[in-house]
């Protein structure tokens, strides 16, 4: 499976990027493909593309603000949850969608 | 969306609706109001505390790098408004927001008068954009009428009606503030600080910080310091208390994450407490506050002010006594060392 993400919080220079990085790496060990754009204090970065979006199977939104262009996930089956709950437990989370999907 | 609903979550309140606006909103506040802040206090160290009041005459290169940073903080309350209200009603809801950002500076209620008129624009400009129009003029909405009916509607209920009573709590703050004694400033200050240690950027922490960077937009420096002082000293105290501990208590893991910790301190990044906050929450949480309140509550006592709301050791220089900060700074890291690395129970041997 292929799983897209967006990060993002009210500073943009510590949570977004923790969030990030475990996300990133959950899913990994979950043993599917990821991407996670951020969308910090510097802008988007890593940003997910058309091809990204027409390819992926699922998108997790982790976010204590109103991202950039959430349109873009409108036809992904999405799953938001706040920024602190990735920092803190991302595997929970990329489970979570992991049963979503398959029930 | 094609939004995957979440076990044990209920569907989205108003008021997180709002609260996620309002975060949004300072999010672009940020950059504004460390820009000109940092600019201002440089201005201030080249060409003397005063040289805000000496702006008549632009004869030195200090006033003229005043005079830039003003220009750009003095765009915090309209950045704060009009962000809200983007975040809310999308594109149409910048150019009111920005209209009531700069008419709260104008009637005097400040940072909280632009909040209010932001959330207004947002919903205004959200209902605004239900309307049903004839296609034909679809065009003009967004261009033509929103700029100019919402703006004009939520401006006169700025002015006429909400900006009043805001405007005389603002003022009542002020005078609360500045009316405190020794003791209840030492306290408010400790409030701030326990805040801002107790879940490290988490929601609690966010509440004390909107409420100092509220109060900095206003001119108020002094809560500032004692937000960023005390939110320094969590990071820098729990690696601290991972030296003092020794191998006992802390494994190598702990060890790399106290190296982290340190560096991150000093740029003001509480977050580096955050592996140590999920191993052990309530010693870490306690040890964390109890610093942190004694630093918030000094900073407090001692009018130590920091124009900058963000940027840990870069903006010390510019704050009303760099060393009195370090010193606050340390002092208030060495307690929750200390208290942190007593509590810390040791590394069960198996």
């Known amino acids: 499976m292929y799983i897209v993400c967006v990060t993002a919080c009210p500073v943009g220079i510590a949570h ?31 940003e997910i593309t058309k091809e990204d979006l027409e390819r992926c199977d699922a998108a997790i939104i982790a976010s204590d603000i109103r991202i950039k262009d959430s349109e873009r996930f409108e036809d992904v089956p999405t799953m938001t949850v706040a920024v602190q709950e990735a920092v803190k437990d991302a595997e929970g989370i990329v489970q979570e969608l992991l049963e979503a999907l398959e029930g | 969306m094609a939004e995957i609903k979440r076990k044990n979550v209920q569907k989205k309140s108003t008021g997180a609706f709002i609260k996620d606006s309002v975060m949004t909103g300072i999010s672009y506040m940020i950059p504004v109001i460390v820009g000109g802040g940092v600019l201002q206090a440089i201005a201030k160290m080249m060409g003397g505390y005063n040289i805000g009041a000496e702006m008549e005459t632009v004869d030195t290169l200090a006033k003229v790098i005043y005079l830039i ?21 999308d594109k149409p809801g910048i150019a009111p927001g920005l209209a009531m950002g700069t008419l709260a500076g104008t009637i005097n209620t400040g940072f909280v008068g632009g909040l209010v008129g932001g959330l207004m624009v947002g919903y205004v400009v959200m209902w605004m954009k239900k309307w049903p129009v004839p296609k034909a003029l679809q065009g003009v909405m967004p261009i033509l009428v929103i700029p100019t009916v919402a703006t004009l509607v ?83 105290g729990i690696a601290i208390a991972t030296f ?34 999920v191993k052990d929450p309530v010693r870490v949480v306690v040890s964390c506050m109890i610093g942190g309140a004694v630093t918030g509550g000094l900073c407090m006592v001692t009018s130590l002010a920091s124009p900058a709301v963000h940027g840990g050791i870069f903006v010390i220089p510019m704050t009303s006594n760099p060393l009195l900060f370090i010193g606050l700074w340390l002092l208030g890291s060495c307690v929750t060392g200390v208290i942190y690395a007593f509590l810390k129970k040791p590394i069960e041997t198996k």
């Open chain 2, 154 to 236: 939520c401006g006169l209920v700025m002015y006429y009606i909400v900006g009043t009573p805001i405007a005389m709590f603002m003022t009542a703050m002020q005078n609360f503030l500045m009316s405190l004694n020794t003791g209840s400033k030492f306290v408010f200050g400790a409030a701030i600080g326990a805040m801002m240690c107790a879940d490290m950027g988490g929601p609690i922490g966010k509440a004390a910080a909107m409420v100092t960077n509220g109060l900095n937009a206003d001119g108020f420096f002094i809560p500032t310091s004692a937000k960023m002082c005390s939110g320094m000293t969590a990071p820098l």
């Open chain 1, 16 to 46: 977004t990027y923790m969030a990030a990085a475990n996300l990133e790496k959950a899913v990994k060990a979950a043993g599917h493909e990821v991407k996670v754009e951020t969308q910090g204090a510097q802008g988007l970065e890593n």
């Open chain 2, 69 to 89: 940073g003003t220009s750009l903080w003095n765009f915090t309350v309209p950045a704060v408004a009009a962000f809200t209200a983007y975040a809310m009603a």
């Open chain 2, 244 to 277: 003092i501990g020794g191998k006992k208590k802390f494994d190598d893991v702990d060890r790399e994450n106290a190296k982290s910790a340190l560096m991150l301190s000093c740029v003001y990044i509480e977050e580096a407490v955050i592996p140590f906050l």
